[in-house]
């Protein structure tokens, strides 16, 4: 079983993926699928079935029962085009202590819960009037704040939930200078199966009733009320470890407005000293690596990945940061 699952899972890394239906904007909440931390991204985003990250909130909530210790994470992106994207967020599995009571009563249960912050936005915009006579330089903002929560009902199954709250900046734009904000709500339901020793099944429906809601009253001469809705995303995924130094992952995301896409990603240790990462995100390549460190007699990892965009005049490299507690 072992064994044919792991030629599954190297066959679906190396399937040829460019068969799949790739089309990347659009639509709002883009900053939410690009991915984050450069553990994942370095693995082509395929990371809906990897429990073992402090990022377990973002990608799949009902991985947070199985993480065995708390882990701080912080992230950050050396983007073009005037971009940032940054996560600063803490996990832990919460276990509480099993007397022969409540074993017996059968009322323990493992469980889970995160909190991070996503922010991201572009800087340096050229601002214009109607005009067309130059207004000064402007930025904007995106923010998803995340609260997860996971139980763990079986020893091999848990199921959980993100709730984001939503905050979009557009600073200088309304007719008195002030900033043009919109605040939105969404939902994240995941589950996680570990049905072997070393493999786990992931899915996740992302983004259920994730919105911006604008209103242009006070920008235009006729403002409306405009509503964007977040393409609800569903995740499916496996990862399976060979031996204690490999990991493979692949998953398809079905975007609901973009139709099927691919992702697969490899994750090797050596010596539990440096890591090598290599992926497949849609339709392009990343990388990534990883040195494993001791930080006030803490386990912690500094990692760094590329992500080949084409559509890109360069591509998007990302920093992490994370500390087990």
Do not use: C
């Amino acid at each position: 079983m072992k064994r044919f699952v792991a030629i599954l899972l190297a066959f679906g890394f190396l399937f040829p993926t460019w068969i799949f239906a790739y089309d990347s904007g659009g639509y709002a909440g883009s900053f939410l699928r690009m991915g984050l931390g450069a553990r994942a991204i370095g693995m082509g985003n395929a990371f809906t079935a990897v429990p073992q990250s402090a990022f377990a909130g973002f990608y799949n909530p009902g991985g947070l029962p199985f993480l065995e210790s708390p882990q701080l994470a912080f992230s950050g992106g050396i983007l073009s085009l005037d971009r940032t994207h940054n996560y600063v967020g803490f996990s832990t599995h919460l276990r509480p202590p099993t007397d022969k009571e409540s074993i017996h009563s059968r009322k323990t249960f493992d469980a889970g819960f995160s909190i991070g912050w996503v922010n991201s936005g572009v800087s340096n915009i050229d601002g214009r009037d109607s005009n067309g006579m130059p207004q000064g330089s402007f930025s904007s903002s995106e923010n998803a704040f995340l609260f997860s929560f996971a139980i763990r009902p079986l020893s091999r199954v848990a199921v959980g939930f993100s709730a984001k709250v939503l905050y979009t900046r557009l600073p200088k734009v309304q007719e008195d200078n002030s900033a043009l904000t919109t605040r939105g709500m969404g939902l994240d339901f995941g589950i996680m199966v570990h049905p072997i020793d070393r493999l786990f099944i992931g899915t996740v429906l992302q983004d259920v009733r994730s919105k911006y809601s604008w209103n242009t009253e006070h920008v235009w001469e006729r403002g409306t009320t405009t509503v964007d809705q977040f393409p609800k995303v569903l995740r499916v995924g496996g990862s399976y470890g060979l031996g204690e130094n490999l990991l493979l992952s692949v998953e398809s995301h079905y975007n609901f407005e973009q139709g099927w896409r691919f992702y697969s990603g490899a994750e090797y240790r050596y010596r539990d000293r440096l890591v090598g990462r290599i992926g497949f995100k849609a339709n392009h390549f990343t990388f990534g690596l990883g040195v494993l460190v001791k930080l006030w007699k803490l386990n912690s990892e500094l990692a760094y990945a590329y992500d080949a965009n084409p559509v890109l005049p360069w591509g998007d490299q990302f920093v992490s940061w994370m500390i087990e507690l």
